[in-house]
């Protein structure tokens, strides 16, 4: 029999919840961590396909 697993966990009673303000400046620290770490990974994407593009056209000019 499987067992089911809880992806996400009820916040304990103890932890206060943050005020408004706080959770504002927490989202958009959160959001600004994301799209920086997304534009690393599209900028790493990015210099693959060129030197993707690089090896392609050597090989065409080896070709030839």
């Known amino acids: 029999m499987t067992k089911k697993i809880r992806l996400i966990d009820d916040a304990p009673s ?22 920086t770490q997304l534009m690393k990974y599209l900028e790493a994407i990015d210099w693959k396909l060129w030197e993707m593009l690089k090896i392609m056209k050597k090989k065409e000019e080896e070709d030839k």
């Open 14 to 35: 103890g932890i206060p919840t943050p005020t408004t303000d706080e959770a504002t400046i927490n989202a958009e620290v959160s959001q600004d961590l994301t799209v």
